[in-house]
């Protein structure tokens, strides 16, 4: 299956980012009867925005209006394209991703912490963000960290069993190098999952941006790290573990006596593209 998809992750993160309901100019009072004495009275109260604009307008002032409409364009540009790496990241790791080292016994090969093995994520996402200004590539460093590092954490903490179930008893003295059956993704836990939980992940970029006084980069945060968690669980599901090679010896194997016997001490390896 491929990677999470981009649109999906895009509109989840402008979903939670509408429901925000963040108001452009912020807290906004007005001066009094002398403001509105200075406008034409067509720009008072204009059209407003649609709904699915990011950010809603204080009021139905043009330049409130207009204002918003800005500064969602900018913002729904930017969610586009770091959602695009984000995936584009995700699609380069699981094409490079390897696993080594699965212990086989019989049937059943263990897949430890540390077996898979993968380019850090961080750099993929960055290489495909965002950063055109010093504002973009801030946030783009800070979302690509994030989220690339709570993926190793969550990488190196694989583990589950792999299927051979013609490993139980197998007539010769070494089994041939023989593919695992297909798993979901899904079905191996990592301890480090827990870092891509969204409160964990959007406080992790918050604290890599630094920067607590940047207008509404917290609840940008917040909405990429809840859809990246959406996303990241149907990216689970829809993923397999394959084609993992497994062989090993039969020390059981005397024939005519004993002429099957299960596999002991095997080893199974994943070449690039074992998880996709």
Known sequence: MPAPQAKLLAQLTKTNLIAKNIKIPMNWQSPGPQY????APEDLVVTPNPPTCLFREATQHRMHVDAAKKMSDDYEAYIDAICGA???GIDQWMKTAMIAGVMI???VGMLAPGNVI???LASLI???APKSSAQELKYSNAIASAIGSAWQSWQLGLSGVLSYPAFAAFPGPVAPPTPSIPMPLIAFASGGEALLAA???SAQMVANFADPAAPHANEIFDALANAFATVFQTFK??????NVLGTGPIPTFAPPIIPVGPVLGGVGTGAPGCIA
């Open 36 to 39: 509105e004495a200075a406008f």
């Open 86 to 88: 984000i995936c584009g």
């Open 105 to 107: 016994n019989g049937p």
């Open 118 to 120: 993968g380019s850090p």
């Open 126 to 128: 960055l290489g495909q």
């Open 199 to 201: 409160a964990p992940l």
């Open 237 to 242: 599901l829809s993923t397999l573990v394959q």
